[in-house]
């Protein structure tokens, strides 16, 4: 007769050959039984088959049942073990419940009984071990969410961070643009009047190298996105920097027909920080303030001036202002209010972090159609000059 593989299996443990044939009798119509004549072979088949109970006797030679039951603990935790004992032996049987057996029977049994206990405790390692499995599938496919959630977050900061890169990238790009095309209207206008010498064009030059620069220092910050660590702070001058901003800025205020001044104080306002991340801010604020202007043919005016801790760059333009409304959700990600000119709102976003990273504070003040006012405040390093 084959035994189908999917009844409960029982382990019997014992040395004497009547106890453990009858049991494999008894149990054999419902039940897969394994017999062993020693605690030893027993622990070598609870290894091996992994049964849903255990019915061992305690008094045999070598190692006796309740040294046995120890082994069988260590190995299984929540195999049922029904413990086999002789008569008088009671408290030996409560010694075995002490240890962690589930139940004892006295010897001779009832078979009526040995089938009773048998199948409750079958019933109960079955139950454990769905609970233990529900348990650890539960804690598995939680790991597996979490490690997802990671890559997911990973992912999500990625795309953010290459979104800010390349929205940063295209204000160098524009400035390099506009100098080529007047370099080039340069040349030829230099040709059609055919001047002996050729036209200068160091500044531009020097404007074009320097926002190139920008584009690479941006592009080589990208590609350590996540590996390196951000470049210690150095000391660096954001007036130098809003120099710099603004020869750029002034070829594209050129080209929207804006009027673009500066007022930069004397004093270099030098704090700990990046020049690049100060230069990606500054950027974006003018731009955004020559944007506004450019549908009024407005005017731009960048203030930076030296206070007792701090230095303050400010950014006014006669643009077309910002709705109250909208006031707040202009440093949002992704806010932007040129759809059609295809703004993607991370330019005024990306400003305030680098400005917060600097421990500084940005400020706006507008009022529509008349003109909006941004003011940056940084701290500094040093006493004033
Ligand atoms: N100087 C300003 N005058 C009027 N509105 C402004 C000014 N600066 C910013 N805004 C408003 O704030 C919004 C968000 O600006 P932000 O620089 O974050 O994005 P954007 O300029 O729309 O797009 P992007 O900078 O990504 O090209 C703008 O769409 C605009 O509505
Ligand atoms: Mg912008």
Request: proline fraction near 5%; hydrophobic fraction near 40%.
């Amino acid at each position: 007769m084959t035994v189908s593989p999917d009844l409960p299996q029982v382990l019997v443990i014992d040395d004497e050959l009547g106890p453990r044939e009858s049991l494999r009798m008894l149990l054999k119509p419902s039940y897969q039984v394994h017999t062993a004549d020693s605690v030893e072979a027993g622990i070598r088949l609870l290894r091996e088959k992994h049964p849903d109970a255990v019915i061992t006797d305690i008094r045999m030679p070598g190692t006796n049942g309740i040294d046995g039951l120890r082994k069988i603990r260590e190995i299984d935790p929540h195999v049922a073990v029904i413990m086999l004992t002789g008569f008088g032996a009671l408290e030996t049987a409560q010694e075995a419940l002490r240890l962690g057996a589930n139940d004892y029977i006295n010897k001779p049994f009832d078979a009526h009984e040995m089938r009773d206990v048998i199948g409750r405790n079958v019933e109960r390692t079955r139950v454990h071990r769905t609970g233990e499995n529900a348990a650890s599938e539960i804690k598995e496919l939680n790991n597996r969410l979490l490690k997802e959630l990671a890559q997911k977050e990973r992912l999500a900061s990625l795309g953010q961070a290459s979104a800010e890169f390349v929205h940063d990238l295209g204000n160098p790009l524009t400035i390099v643009w506009g100098y080529v095309q007047l370099l080039a209207r340069k040349l030829e206008q230099s040709e059609k009047a055919q001047t002996p010498e050729a036209p200068t064009s160091a500044k531009e030059l020097n404007i074009i190298e320097q926002n190139v620069r920008l584009c690479r220092e941006l592009l080589t910050m990208w590609q350590s996105y996540g590996s390196v660590e951000a470049p210690p702070h150095q000391p660096i001058s954001v007036t130098k920097i809003a120099r710099d901003v603004l020869k750029g800025a002034n070829a594209i205020a050129a080209q929207s027909e804006v009027e673009l001044t500066a007022d930069i104080c004397e004093d270099p306002c030098t704090l700990l920080g990046d020049a690049v991340q100060i230069q990606r801010a500054l950027q974006n604020v003018i731009v955004n303030a020559v944007q506004a202007a450019a549908e009024r043919k407005g005017s731009v005016t960048v203030t930076c001036l030296r206070e007792e801790f701090y230095g303050e760059v400010r950014v006014e333009d006669t643009g077309y202002g910002i709705a109250p409304a909208q006031v707040a959700k202009i440093f949002e990600p992704y806010f932007t209010t040129k759809q059609a000119k295809s703004g993607t709102g991370l330019g005024l976003y990306i400003t305030k972090k680098v400005v917060e990273d600097h421990h500084g504070s940005i400020e706006v003040d507008s009022t529509p159609q008349i003109g909006t006012t941004f003011t940056i405040r940084l701290p500094l390093l040093s006493e004033p000059a």
